[in-house]
C-alpha cells in the first residue's frame, strides 16, 4: 500500500463513521409489498480539507465485498448529467 493512501482515524473521522452508519441503518422500508430493507442515503457537507472523501473511504472500505458495491466517482463544475450518467453505465452489465 502506497503511504499517501493510508487513511488513520480521528476521533472526528470516526465520529462520522459512527452518524453515517446510525443513518445508513435506520429502519426504512424500500418496498412497502414485498416488506425489504432500505438504507437512507446520508450527504456530508463542509468546507474543503475537512476529510469528507476520506471518512467515506474509510466508511465503505468496512463493506463486505460479496454484499455492497461502491462506486466512487468525482464531481466539479464541468461535470454534466451525460458524463455522470456515462460513468454509471460504464459499471452495469446489460442483459
Given at each position: 500500500?502506497?503511504?499517501?493512501?493510508?487513511?488513520i482515524?480521528?476521533?472526528?473521522?470516526t465520529?462520522?463513521?459512527f452518524?453515517?452508519d446510525k443513518?445508513?441503518?435506520?429502519?426504512h422500508?424500500?418496498?412497502?409489498?414485498?416488506?425489504?430493507?432500505?438504507?437512507l442515503?446520508?450527504?456530508?457537507?463542509?468546507?474543503?480539507?475537512?476529510?469528507?472523501?476520506?471518512?467515506?473511504?474509510?466508511?465503505?472500505?468496512k463493506?463486505?465485498?460479496?454484499?455492497?458495491?461502491?462506486?466512487?466517482?468525482?464531481?466539479?463544475?464541468?461535470?454534466?448529467?451525460?458524463?455522470?450518467?456515462?460513468?454509471?453505465?460504464?459499471?452495469?452489465?446489460?442483459k
Amino acid at each position: 500500500m502506497a503511504f499517501s493512501q493510508l487513511l488513520i482515524p480521528t476521533i472526528d473521522s470516526t465520529r462520522a463513521e459512527f452518524i453515517i452508519d446510525k443513518i445508513a441503518h435506520l429502519p426504512h422500508p424500500r418496498s412497502e409489498k414485498r416488506k425489504e430493507p432500505g438504507h437512507l442515503s446520508t450527504l456530508l457537507v463542509g468546507a474543503a480539507g475537512t476529510a469528507k472523501t476520506s471518512v467515506i473511504l474509510m466508511y465503505t472500505s468496512k463493506f463486505d465485498k460479496d454484499q455492497m458495491l461502491f462506486k466512487r466517482i468525482n464531481f466539479s463544475s464541468a461535470t454534466t448529467p451525460f458524463n455522470f450518467q456515462e460513468s454509471i453505465e460504464a459499471e452495469l452489465e446489460r442483459k
